[in-house]
């Protein structure tokens, strides 16, 4: 759901073709980057022309050139996305959905947890201990792009606290998870 929230939001700014779209994305929206690549940003343009939500027009306008030409800005014919009035109801209509809705439901690690039991202790810790790792780099990664971008707006400071607060309790589930495996099995700490 986020993918078309995301595209009709940025559409809802402002009509722009689709380089301009990754790169808003890229720039301004970095946690989605990696999440959004420019053939799944396609498909779901397609999909959002397809079901009336938005139009496209060929327009000239000033734009890089291609590849090795990218820093030729130049007048070229470009595919411009705009939003339609439909578009305008889905996108508040995502929007509100998205910040009211919670989606409780197992993920992979729920999944995993179930079956620790069948790994020897040691392993277990291991494989937690390095998950707990890979988070705090993250964790530290997140704070070195907050601190490079500088001054914030609200909704970037929002977006941060939230990705920072997330981290920050999976890391502290992790810690106590360890806590509890490194435990012989016959003792049953309180949550």
């Known amino acids: 759901m986020y993918k078309p929230l995301m595209l009709l939001g940025l559409l809802a700014e402002r009509p722009m073709y689709g380089q301009q779209i990754r790169e808003v994305i890229e720039l301004h ?3 989605f980057s990696q ?3 420019k053939p799944t940003m ?3 343009l397609d999909r959002l022309v397809s079901e009336g939500l938005l139009e496209v027009r060929s327009e000239v306008v000033e734009a890089p050139g291609p590849g090795l ?3 030729d800005v130049a007048l070229r014919e470009r595919e411009v996305y705009y939003l339609t009035d439909a578009g305008r109801q889905r996108f508040a209509f995502l929007l509100r959905e998205a910040l009211q809705s919670y989606e409780p439901g197992p993920s992979v690690i729920d999944a995993a947890i179930f079956f620790l039991d069948q790994l020897a202790p040691q392993e277990a810790v291991s494989l937690l201990q390095a998950r707990r790792e890979r988070l705090i780099r993250e964790r530290a990664q997140v704070t070195e792009q907050i601190a490079a971008m500088g001054e914030q707006d609200r909704a970037h400071l929002i977006v941060n606290d939230h990705t920072c ?3 920050d309790a999976e890391i502290g589930w992790l810690e ?3 806590a509890r495996l490194s435990l012989p099995r016959t003792v049953r700490p309180e949550l």
């Open 29 to 31: 929206h970095d946690a």
């Open 35 to 37: 999440f959004i690549k």
């Open 42 to 44: 396609y498909y779901h």
């Open 69 to 71: 030409a990218y820093q």
């Open 165 to 167: 607060t997330s981290l």
């Open 176 to 178: 106590r998870t360890i």
